[in-house]
């Protein structure tokens, strides 16, 4: 199958939170994406003081790079751990406080509030918590999520986005029966069916 031996691997919450806290964190990018500075226009087709979603956020230098544009990001990331780092990294204030409509999450809000990014699992936030977006910055989540939650994954971030919003999603092409992933590959047929 196209998705060779990936289909049924899943990454579990608890190894995420172990790679940020063993530091193995080969995904995070210390300089903005190429790709996202490319096709910054199709992102803002012309508008300004969009609400931009980075899902599965990490610690994103992106997020602050689009703020300081006078766009609003919101996140999110299970790690609480890369969620701090961020808002240390750039030296921005924040305050912390829960979600009461999911069990033990937290928001965390630059003190400018200009950034919200949630610490909890991205399948429990719903465009009732987070509102809607303007924008999708997909640079690592579809093929970070497992293969048999992509259909779930698709369908929330659908849920999320306004009419006329742009996603601008960021995919790898390799031959998945040499890689167990994460990374992991999505076909492109995958790609449409899933998004249309």
Same mark, same amino acid.
């Not at 049924?8 to 190429?34: A, D, S, Y």
């Not at 961020?86 to 999450?105: K, M, N, R």
């Given at each position: 199958? *196209? ?7 899943? !990454? ?6 172990? +790679?940020?806290?063993?530091? %193995? ?10 790709? /996202?500075?490319?096709? /910054?226009?199709?992102?803002? %087709? ?10 599965? $956020? ?5 997020? +602050?790079w ?6 609003? !990001? ?9 969620? +701090? ?5 750039h ?10 409509? &999911?069990?033990?999450?937290? /928001?965390f809000? =630059? ?8 610490? $909890?699992? &991205?399948? @429990?936030?719903?465009? /009732?918590?987070?509102?809607? !977006? @303007?924008?999708?910055? *997909?640079?690592?989540a579809? !093929?970070?999520?497992? #293969?048999? @939650? ?7 971030? &659908?849920?999320?986005?306004?009419? %006329? ?9 390799? *031959? #998945? %029966? ?12 995958? &790609? +449409? =069916?899933?998004?249309?």
């Amino acid at each position: 199958s *196209d998705a060779g031996s990936q289909k049924e691997r899943v !990454v579990t919450e608890e190894e995420w939170l172990q +790679k940020w806290e063993m530091g %193995n964190i080969g995904f995070h990018k210390e300089q903005r994406h190429p790709l /996202l500075q490319k096709y /910054l226009d199709v992102l803002l %087709n012309g508008r300004s003081g969009l609400r931009i979603f980075f899902p599965l $956020c990490g610690k994103a230098v992106e997020m +602050k790079w689009l703020a300081d544009m006078g766009h609003s !990001v919101v996140g999110v990331e299970v790690s609480e751990q890369a969620v +701090k780092e961020f808002f240390s990294e750039h030296s921005l204030p924040y305050c912390e406080e829960p979600v009461p409509e &999911i069990s033990g999450a937290k /928001l965390f809000q =630059s003190t400018s509030g200009n950034i919200s990014l949630y610490c $909890c699992s &991205i399948y @429990d936030l719903s465009s /009732l918590i987070v509102g809607k !977006v @303007d924008g999708v910055w *997909d640079r690592g989540a579809l !093929v970070a999520v497992n #293969p048999r @939650d992509r259909q779930r994954y698709a369908s929330l971030m &659908i849920s999320l986005v306004e009419k %006329n919003s742009s996603y601008l999603l960021v995919t790898v092409s390799y *031959d #998945p %029966n040499k890689h167990k992933g994460p990374p992991f590959y999505v076909p492109e047929s995958e &790609i +449409k =069916s899933l998004f249309g």
